[in-house]
């Protein structure tokens, strides 16, 4: 799906579908199908909405954590996206705030399970979106990163560029959806502006032409090492927790783990002593890379160590129980060659209000073993996870992603709903933002600050003034970009 900006709640996308559940070691379909619907024998006719809602919620009522907050009477004349938001214990600041933010639905299955593994039909960039000024009359994207070898990349667009224009329009509070939609268009023709010292905003001639494709998602961004002052510092930007490519079959291979496991191999052989975690645009993913990537930075943990454990509703849980015995919600982590925990004593991680999920699951899972040092501002507050339900049948062509479980770390902390606080304080630049890696980008720069205890490098003139935020394409990305996805055995009932 191409990035769309169309602003709406990070619950609801609006899709529907039977049970695949995901799991950390591998995917496997699961028959939970509503007494009304084959599971094993091919129907005939159209699917009606009130045969879709029959399923969506046999399957709700089984797996969704508030299952005891389900209406008792459901209206099942609504269409399937409407219906599965009627189900949802829907979260309220005042009256709810421990209710549900998080699960959605989607029109198609197979768009849902590739968008969790990273793969979209994108230009490969992603920014954020701000009012020019004070009169909230036009609009500027902020570009965050592009993509490497994506089509936005091509065409030579990078981090901290800013685009003013599309398709020879102004960028306005009215049209901006719509243009960077595309109408129906897969091809953007982009405009651009530059920024003055004083943070005033000036439209240019430069144009650059860009064609969203379906593009798998790398999402090991970038790694490199920083010797300074005495220490070896290991620096990784990670923008999701996804395994591998995924494969027309439904699957995905171990492509993107085993490039991390190949980084701190490296990172271990060159006595890298500090980490600093680059997670601030990582929504989350598959809690199997989040294992993975735990067991390679925590310090004294092995197989018999607890990364977290996950709380269900007490229908799962006593199915779960009675299949895989008394530790079925336990995620240990896993011995890795590849862990420089012996020689770290904290990790750095760097946030934003983009940070969530299998992301935060790293940081609350390592905490019990290692300082965590945050450095940025406080993430989401995603502490529950989801699995992802469709219909093996394929008859039924929705996917639903309905949050399933709430985690807690080794020590059984799990409430984190408010997000993390960051340990320092930085705010990244809404605009004239540096490229990863460059030690005076002002994140980066405070950690290698705090392991060091000197500036290694000047940071540049602010451009800043004050820019009303409208939102993120992030925020586009699969459920909102919030994504936490059980994929770990525990996620299995026949």
């Known amino acids: ?32 199908a509503p007494s009304n619907v084959s599971s094993t024998t091919a129907a005939t006719g159209a699917v009606t ?3 879709v809602n029959d399923w969506i919620l046999q399957n709700m009522q089984t797996y969704y954590f508030w299952n005891d907050k389900i209406p008792a009477n459901p209206n099942k004349s609504l269409s399937p996206d409407q219906f599965f938001t009627s189900l949802l214990n829907t979260y309220n600041a005042t009256s709810n705030a421990d209710g549900d933010r998080f699960s959605w639905i989607q029109a198609s299955a197979e768009t849902l399970k590739a968008s969790l593994s990273g793969q979209s039909k994108t230009t490969g960039m992603q920014y954020k979106l701000y009012y020019r000024d004070n009169t909230k009359t036009t609009v500027i994207a902020s570009v965050l990163y592009v993509l490497p070898d994506s089509p936005a990349a091509r065409a030579g667009i990078k981090r901290g560029d800013v685009i003013s224009k599309v398709n020879g329009q102004t960028l306005t509070g009215t049209n901006y959806s719509e243009l960077l939609s595309g109408s129906g268009s897969d091809t953007y023709t982009y405009g651009f502006a530059t920024v003055a010292a004083n943070g005033s905003v000036t439209d240019t001639d430069q144009t650059k032409q860009v064609t969203a494709i379906v593009f798998q998602e790398d999402p090991v961004f970038l790694d490199t090492t920083y010797t300074v002052n005495g220490k070896t510092i ?20 171990k492509t993107y783990d085993l490039k991390l496991d190949n980084i701190f191999g490296k990172f271990r052989q060159k006595g890298v002593n500090e980490l600093v975690l680059d997670l601030r645009y990582n929504r989350g993913g598959y809690v199997s890379s989040a294992v993975n990537l735990a067991s390679s930075i925590g310090k004294n943990i092995d197989a018999s160590k607890v990364f977290y454990s996950q709380k269900w509703n007490p229908t799962a849980a006593a199915a779960y129980a ?63 996870g989801s699995i992802t339900i469709s219909d093996n049948t394929g008859r039924i062509k929705w996917g639903i992603q309905p949050i399933t479980f709430k985690s807690a770390n080794a020590q059984g902390f799990t409430e984190y709903g408010s997000g993390f606080t960051p340990s320092v304080e930085v705010k990244e630049p809404t605009i004239a933002m540096k490229p990863f890696g460059d030690l005076s980008e002002p994140m980066l720069s405070e950690a290698v600050f705090q392991i060091t205890g000197v500036r290694a490098a000047r940071r540049a003139a602010s451009v800043e003034i004050d820019r009303p935020f409208i939102g993120s394409s992030l925020d586009e990305k699969a459920g909102g970009g919030n994504m936490y996805v059980n994929d770990t055995p525990l996620g299995r009932i026949h």
Do not use: H
């Open 1 to 32: 799906m191409k990035v769309l900006l169309v602003w709406r709640p990070a619950l609801l996308l609006a899709v529907s579908a039977t049970v695949f559940l995901t799991s950390c070691k591998k995917t496997e379909e699961v028959s939970v």
């Open 49 to 51: 909405d009130t045969e």
């Open 234 to 253: 290991g620096y990784v930007v990670y923008n999701q927790f996804i395994p591998g490519v995924y494969k027309s079959d439904g699957t995905t291979d």
């Open 322 to 384: 009675a299949k895989y015995g008394a530790n079925w919600n336990i995620q240990n982590f896993v011995t890795k060659s590849t862990n420089i925990g012996a020689n770290l004593s904290r990790v750095f991680v760097l946030t934003t209000n983009s940070t969530a999920s299998a992301s935060e699951l790293i940081i609350n899972g390592l905490r019990p073993f290692m300082t965590v040092t945050t450095i940025g501002t406080t993430t989401v507050g995603k502490n529950v």
